[in-house]
């Protein structure tokens, strides 16, 4: 199968309010009012979690039959450990990004733990938005 590229848009006419576009689909980025936005959507750091919760519930959808779990339902939560004086520059100390992130699976299914484990490790390993925050991709940019 040949390599897939992905292409989103983001737009912020005004204020901190982004609107991102990717196919034909569309949702709003902001900050809350504390933070100088609106509040009219998740942050981006609260959205790459949702996009890593999202992406580990599609590889436990997709996989779970062939790897013999009898799934019923599944919910993941993850969160992350950020120092807002990194992104602000009060301290050049600090990382920018998140220094940790943890996820937690909520998995109904009629499996043992065990089983659930040793799935669960696959579903890490198989999920790309994990592999693209543990195995950064290469990263450049351009001026259009």
Do not use: Y
């Not at 301290?91 to 669960?120: M, Q, W």
């Not at 579903?123 to 990263?139: G, K, M, R, W």
């Amino acid at each position: 199968m040949p390599k897939t590229t992905f292409t989103t848009v983001a737009h912020a006419p005004t204020n901190l309010e982004t609107t991102v576009t990717s196919r034909d689909m569309s949702f709003t980025l902001d900050e809350p009012t504390d933070l100088g936005g609106t509040n009219k959507g998740m942050n981006p750091v609260e959205a790459l979690l949702g996009a890593l919760g999202a992406c580990k519930c599609i590889v436990v959808r997709s996989f779970a039959a062939a790897q013999g779990i009898k799934l019923n339902d599944v919910k993941v939560e993850c969160s992350g450990v950020l120092d807002p004086d990194g992104f602000m520059g009060k301290n050049p100390e600090a990382k920018i990004g998140f220094s940790e992130i943890h996820t937690r699976f909520h998995i109904d299914a009629d499996n043992t733990r065990e089983e659930l484990v040793a799935f669960l490790d696959f579903v890490e390993s198989h999920c790309p938005v994990q592999d693209t925050l543990s195995n950064p991709a290469t990263s450049s940019f351009e001026l259009a």
